[in-house]
């Protein structure tokens, strides 16, 4: 069932992912009580951040917002939680529409350390990389980058995390998989070795 009171709230709701277990949600939303700088000029409802909600009784609670250091008065969404619990996530700002940057939050007990932004390996000035996904083992990070070296438009990569959590170069998933146009949204099932995505290529 549509559920319009909770989830299905504001202006804008994408990107869920479960995550520590089947029973949470974090997912992107645009609405009301959002992280704001000055909320005389800035309207939480047109500024996306990550929430996350609790299933009880088969129902999906009021979400809440991380609030802050993970949320700021920028656009963060399309997150994943590593096995480490390590978030990455996605972070844009309206002022400069050609970059987004993958950023990385560690927690302890709960708690949010600063979000930093990964390398200029992941992220290329310029450029948008977004959407983040890691495999279920924490060893591959794929996302999405109209980073030069790709097929043209948005292509899906990867990049390899080794056992201390640093993350390499990454490599183009090749014209199996990506077009001259655009490819998006990556999910990799690890059971069935296989890699979801959307494409318009």
């Not at 972070?91 to 350390?113: C, H, P, Q, V």
């Not at 014209?175 to 690890?190: L, W």
Request: net charge neutral.
């Amino acid at each position: 069932m549509l559920d319009t009171v909770f989830i299905n709230k504001g202006t804008s709701n994408f990107a869920p992912m479960y995550y520590l277990g089947n029973n949470k949600m974090i997912f992107t939303s645009a609405r009301r009580g959002g992280v704001v700088t000055d909320p005389e000029k800035q309207d939480s409802k047109y500024f996306c951040d990550l929430y996350f909600s609790t299933l009880e009784d088969t129902i999906w609670q009021r979400p809440i917002n991380f609030g802050r250091p993970v949320n700021t008065s920028l656009h963060e969404g399309a997150s994943v939680f590593t096995p480490d619990e390590v978030m990455l996530f996605t972070r844009w700002s309206d002022n400069n529409r050609r970059e987004a940057f993958i950023y990385m939050a560690r927690t302890t007990g709960g708690k949010f350390y600063e979000a930093m932004k990964l390398g200029v390996n992941i992220n290329v000035p310029g450029y948008k990389t977004q959407q983040p996904y890691v495999n279920f083992d924490g060893t591959k990070l794929f996302f999405s980058s109209n980073r030069p070296g790709g097929k043209g438009g948005f292509d899906l990569w990867m990049a390899p995390i080794d056992e201390n959590g640093f993350i390499g170069n990454p490599t183009n998933l090749g014209g199996a998989v990506n077009t001259n146009a655009d490819e998006i949204t990556p999910f990799y099932h690890d059971i069935s070795n296989t890699l979801y995505f959307s494409s318009n290529g």
